[in-house]
Nanobody, 119 residues
């Protein structure tokens, strides 16, 4: 089992940057693939980015490609989401999630961190 705690959210102007962090507990961090999801008010939660357990393969939703970068440090049990060129439509609560590497569903979720992009 793994517990996830996000940090790094906040208020930023359009065009600005934020880096989200998600710290994980447990000794088997590198057995998990990790993802970032977001949920805007009145909308369903959506996938943002994912990374495999080694960090060698990443996936992004189309609207964030070229602006967001997911990375992980297995030594520090942490996954990051670097967000650049932020837009008002990126405003949402961002969640990190973990799934055992050979499973398809994310079973572990953090509590979320608010990202607001506004002038």
């Amino acid at each position: 089992q793994v517990q996830l705690v996000e940090s790094g959210g906040g208020l930023v102007q359009p065009g600005g940057s934020l880096r989200l962090s998600c710290a994980a507990s447990g000794r088997t961090f590198n057995n998990y693939a990790l993802g970032w999801f977001r949920q805007a008010p009145g909308k369903e939660r959506e996938f943002v980015a994912a990374i495999n357990r080694s960090g060698g393969t990443t996936y992004y939703r189309d609207s964030v490609k070229g602006r967001f970068t997911i990375s992980r440090s297995n030594a520090e049990n942490t996954v990051y989401l670097q967000m650049n060129s932020l837009k008002p439509e990126d405003t949402a609560v961002y969640y990190c999630a973990a799934r055992v590497w050979n499973k398809s569903t994310y079973d572990y979720w953090g509590q979320g961190t608010q990202v607001t992009v506004s002038s």
